[in-house]
């Protein structure tokens, strides 16, 4: 693959197995927990965000592979759609499940009576479904491509003929308007929306203030980031007829999301946090802060009760 630096790649997605394997199998934990105990709507999004991102970094060792051998593919040829169908889809569910947390935080911020009348687990379940259905279907585009991809093709879902690009490149451009544009446009109405709401309420201590900014803030740094540099390859290539060979460049951004996405569980769910801050104190051996930690957990808890949420 001609401009594609294969030692660069591989490192990056050594880095990228590394950091978010770990934080991810952590979050699948907490959230599991917190879900079979008292499951709240952000909590059941959340977790199938961790699933998503778990499924991505289950994947990504084929694609170290496909880097240490100087990007050619010597897998079987179903082995290539099935991993490129699992890459994309899961960073479009991704995208599409942080605008979904966008939406819940709004409904609860802006409309707290109707949210505590639609806070059942049963309506982020359906949601949840919603969205793997429609990224996967989008998605499955990936087997219609392969399936016209040379017999003799040594590379995985790249160096495209014209009848494959006749294919391909408007169906990118739709992906950037349903799956990046309008979630992030989503994004950027509740988080700002959010932040306007609560300024007007002298009630909501400095400290909540600054928490619900910089999870705004940060949830829209990884659309910025990590998802729309991707997908603005999908824009370009539609009005140049071609695919650009930087954007694989641009999909090791998508994929480092796996590793912001946890910094996102922090700040968002308040089990995750505990969770986390006590695994850390197994590993340094710190028993009394595992007792102040759970102390601050039951404490947590009596308050999500009186409140109705997390």
């Known amino acids: 693959m001609f401009g594609v630096r294969s030692e660069v790649i591989l490192s990056i997605y050594i880095i990228i197995f590394l950091m978010g394997l770990p934080a991810n199998i952590l979050a699948l934990y ?10 709240t709507p952000t909590d059941i999004l959340l977790l199938n965000l961790t699933v998503s991102d778990l499924l991505f970094l ?18 079987p040829k179903f082995l290539c759609s099935i991993t490129s169908f ?7 569910t991704s995208s599409l499940l942080l605008m979904a947390v966008s939406v819940v935080r709004y409904l609860a911020v802006a409309f707290p009576v109707t949210y505590r009348l639609l806070h059942k687990p ?18 499955s585009i990936v087997f219609i491509i392969q399936h016209h991809s040379p017999s003799n093709s040594s590379v995985c879902y790249e ?30 109405f509740c988080y700002l929306r959010c932040i ?34 991707y997908n603005f390859s999908h824009l370009l ?24 996405d946890p910094i996102i569980f922090y700040f968002s769910s308040s089990t995750f946090r505990i ?10 051996g710190l028993r009394q802060g595992q007792a102040a930690i759970q102390s601050e957990s039951t404490r947590a808890d009596s308050g999500q009760k009186e409140k109705g949420q997390d």
């Open 159 to 188: 160096n495209f003929t014209e009848k494959q690009l006749a294919i391909i490149l408007p169906v990118r451009l739709e992906f950037f308007i349903v799956l990046c544009l309008v979630p992030l446009m989503v994004c950027i």
């Open 275 to 284: 969770t986390t801050k006590i695994y850390i104190c197994k590993m340094l």
């Open 30 to 39: 907490a959230f599991s927990v917190k879900i079979h105990n008292k499951p």
């Open 86 to 92: 699992t890459f994309f889809s899961t960073i479009y």
């Open 122 to 139: 049963f309506y982020s379940v359906v949601a949840s479904a919603i969205i793997w259905l429609l990224s996967m279907a989008h998605c």
């Open 196 to 229: 306007c709401i609560l300024y007007m309420r002298p009630r909501i201590s400095p400290g909540q203030k600054q928490k619900a900014i910089g999870m705004a803030l940060g949830t829209l740094a990884v659309f910025l980031m990590c998802v729309l540099p």
């Open 237 to 260: 290539g539609f009005y140049t007829n071609s695919s650009p060979s930087w954007r694989y460049y641009t999909l090791l951004l998508s994929a480092f999301n796996t590793c912001l």
């Open 58 to 75: 289950f994947f990504l060792p084929l694609k170290m592979h496909e880097a240490a051998s100087n990007m050619l593919w010597d897998l």
